[in-house]
C-alpha cells in the first residue's frame, strides 16, 4: 500500500527511504569533528551518492551545529535530499531546529524521548504519563514548524510493548510523518526487530500512514542485519551512516546495506535510489574529512574487499570472477585498471582524470591540485588512481582550515640528532619553529609545538602506503588528545615525514573547532 508522506509525494511500498545520519550520530563519534566546511563538502557528497534524507546535525548543541545545519540547508534551498535537524523535546530545541532548516526546499525537524523503563527512570527522571505528553507536545510544536516531522522512542527496543504502542499512537496523533524506533544501544537481535514493528504496524491505530524507521547501532555487530530484518516487517526507512561510524561500535553501514539490497533483491526485493558506484568515493572522502580510514576487511570499501590470496580463489576469479565475488567491484566505484597519467600529462587530462574519479572541481581547486600532482608526478614513476584521489582529498578538503603547512625541513640520519625547520601560516600569520627530536617525525612535531604551542597527548601514529613501490605516498593517521577531546588527522605524500606533519596540522585543525563547541547547559548527548 502507497503511503503519502510531505517530502516524497506517494511512495510505493517497495521503495526504501535512505537516511543518513553521518554528518549527526556520525559525527559524534570520538575524534570525527567536522567544521562548517568539512560538513557542507561532506553533504554534497551525499547528495550525489542519492540519499534521501540526510541529518544534518544537532542545531541546539552549539552555535557551530546551527550553522552547520542551516549551511547544508541553504545549499538545498531549491532542491536536493531533506534537510533533518535534530531536537530533543524542550522547545527551545524543536525552535532551533525549525530555524536552521527553514532555508531548505525540503526540512525535517527529527525529535525523540526516551521510552525505555532505565531511560526514564534513571535518565528522565519521569514517569510515564509524563513522558506520553512530551511525546504530544514535542511532535505537535515540530508539526507546526515542518511539514515533515520524525519522531523517535529513544532504546525502543528496550521499551514495554503497551508503552511503546502508546507512544507511537500519540506521535501519530500529533503530525509525526516519520516513526522511527531505535535500538539505541545495539541490544536486539533480528528476532526482536522483526517482533517490534511487525507489532507495531498490526495494533496501532493510524500505523499505515506513516513511514516507519529503522536505527539500528552496532555493539554486536548486527546493526545490518537488524535493519534487513526491520525492511523485511515492513520499515520503510533506514538510518545509516557512511563506514558504519557513530557512537561506540557504530551505527548500521550504509554500503553494506545498499550492497545487500541490490545483492540479494531476491530476499529483500525492495528498492532505493543510492547510486552505489558512488560509495567509494564518498567512503574515502569521509576518511579523508575525519582522518579515520576503514579497515582494511571492511566490507564493501576496505582495500581487501577484492582483493584474493588464496590460490584457490584466484584460480576461480581468473576464470570467472563470480567464482568468488558476489558483485563487482566496478558496482561500488572501484577500478580494474588504476595506472593513469604521469609527469607528461596536462591539464586537460588532468581535469578528464579527475572527473572519471568523480571530482568536480572549480578552476582554483582545479589549479591547486593540478600543481601538487605535476609536484607528485616528478617524484613518482607512475601515478595511479589512489595517488590522485588521496592528494585532490588532501588538498581541496584542507582549503578552509585555519593552520596550513607551508614549510618542512628536516636534517636527519644515523649518529646525528635529528633536527626540523618549520614554517604555518595560522590565520594568515606566519608561525616558524626548529626543534630537535627522537627521529624526523619526533623533532616535526615538536617543532609544531614551537611554531603553534599547544599542550596535548599523542594517542596515536600510524602510517600505511596508499599504494605500492617504495615511492608510494604514505598516508599518515594522527590521533591527539586535549582534555579528553580526541582528534584525527591525516596527511598523505611520497615523504613520510611530510605526510605525518601534514597529519598532525590536520588533527590541530579539528582541535580547534572542538575548543569552539559549547554545548548548552544540561544537554544530554542523543543516542537515538
Not at 590470496?309 to 561500488?332: C, F, N, R
Not at 599547544?454 to 598516508?475: E, I, P
Amino acid at each position: 500500500m502507497s503511503i503519502q508522506h510531505p517530502s516524497f509525494g506517494t511512495l510505493d511500498p517497495d521503495r526504501i527511504v535512505i537516511f543518513d545520519t553521518t554528518l549527526r550520530d556520525g559525527e559524534q563519534s570520538p575524534g570525527f569533528s567536522m567544521n562548517l566546511e568539512e560538513k557542507v563538502r561532506m553533504a554534497e557528497a551525499l547528495a550525489e551518492l542519492g540519499v534521501d534524507v540526510m541529518e544534518a546535525g544537532f542545531p541546539i548543541a552549539s552555535i557551530g551545529d546551527f550553522e552547520s545545519v542551516q549551511a547544508i540547508a541553504q545549499r538545498f534551498a531549491k532542491d536536493g535530499p531533506v534537510v533533518c535537524g535534530l531536537a530533543r523535546t524542550a522547545p527551545g530545541d524543536i525552535q532551533r531546529a525549525g530555524e536552521a532548516i527553514k532555508p531548505a526546499a525540503r526540512g525535517r525537524i527529527h525529535t525523540f524521548v526516551s521510552t525505555s523503563p532505565l531511560h526514564m527512570r534513571v535518565k528522565l527522571r519521569m514517569e510515564p504519563e509524563q513522558v506520553l505528553d512530551l511525546v504530544t507536545s514535542s511532535v505537535t510544536l515540530a508539526r507546526n514548524l515542518a511539514a515533515d516531522v520524525e519522531w523517535s522512542a529513544e532504546d525502543g527496543t528496550r521499551t514495554e510493548d503497551d508503552f511503546l504502542c502508546r507512544c507511537v499512537e500519540a506521535a501519530i496523533k500529533a503530525g509525526a510523518t516519520t516513526i522511527n524506533v531505535p535500538d539505541t544501544v545495539g541490544y536486539a537481535v533480528p528476532e526482536d526487530i522483526f517482533r517490534v514493528f511487525t507489532m507495531l504496524r498490526e495494533r496501532v491505530p493510524g500505523a499505515e500512514k506513516v513511514v516507519f524507521s529503522a536505527h539500528n547501532h552496532n555493539d554486536l555487530g548486527l546493526a545490518v542485519a537488524n535493519t534487513l530484518a526491520a525492511i523485511r516487517a515492513g520499515v520503510r526507512q533506514v538510518e545509516c551512516t557512511i563506514n558504519g561510524i557513530g557512537e561506540r561500535a557504530g551505527n548500521a553501514s550504509l554500503e553494506e546495506i545498499v550492497m545487500a539490497l541490490r545483492t540479494r533483491h531476491d530476499a529483500v526485493p525492495v528498492k532505493n535510489g543510492v547510486k552505489t558506484p558512488s560509495i567509494l568515493r564518498t567512503s574515502r572522502l569521509l576518511a579523508t574529512i575525519t582522518g579515520f580510514d576503514v579497515q582494511p576487511n571492511k566490507a564493501i570499501v576496505g582495500r581487501n574487499a577484492f582483493a584474493h590470496e588464496s590460490g584457490i580463489h584466484q584460480d576461480g576469479v581468473l576464470k570467472d570472477a563470480s567464482t568468488y565475488e558476489i558483485m563487482t567491484p566496478e558496482s561500488v566505484g572501484w577500478n580494474k585498471s588504476s595506472l593513469v597519467l604521469g609527469k607528461h600529462s596536462g591539464r586537460a587530462a588532468f581535469r578528464d582524470k579527475l572527473k572519471a574519479l568523480g571530482y568536480e572541481l572549480g578552476d582554483n581547486a582545479l589549479n591547486d591540485a593540478f600543481k601538487r600532482f605535476k609536484d607528485l608526478a616528478d617524484r613518482k614513476k607512475v601515478v595511479y588512481d589512489e595517488d590522485i584521489a588521496a592528494l585532490v582529498d588532501d588538498e581541496v578538503v584542507r582549503g578552509n582550515d585555519r593552520i596550513k603547512l607551508t614549510g618542512l625541513s628536516v636534517s636527519t640520519g644515523m649518529h646525528t640528532r635529528p633536527i626540523a625547520s618549520i614554517s604555518l601560516d595560522v590565520d594568515g600569520e606566519v608561525r616558524e619553529g626548529v626543534a630537535g627530536g627522537d627521529g624526523g617525525v619526533d623533532a616535526t612535531f615538536n617543532a609544531l609545538r614551537i611554531a603553534f604551542p599547544h599542550d596535548v597527548n599523542l594517542k596515536l601514529y600510524a602510517v600505511q602506503s596508499v599504494t605500492g613501490g617504495t615511492d608510494a605516498q604514505a598516508r599518515v593517521t594522527v590521533r591527539l588528545e586535549e582534555a579528553g577531546k580526541l582528534v584525527d588527522g591525516q596527511g598523505a605524500d611520497t615523504d613520510t615525514i611530510v605526510a605525518s606533519a601534514r597529519a598532525y596540522v590536520h588533527a590541530l585543525n579539528k582541535l580547534l573547532v572542538k575548543r569552539d563547541r559549547t554545548a548548552p547547559a544540561e544537554l544530554a548527548a542523543p543516542a537515538a
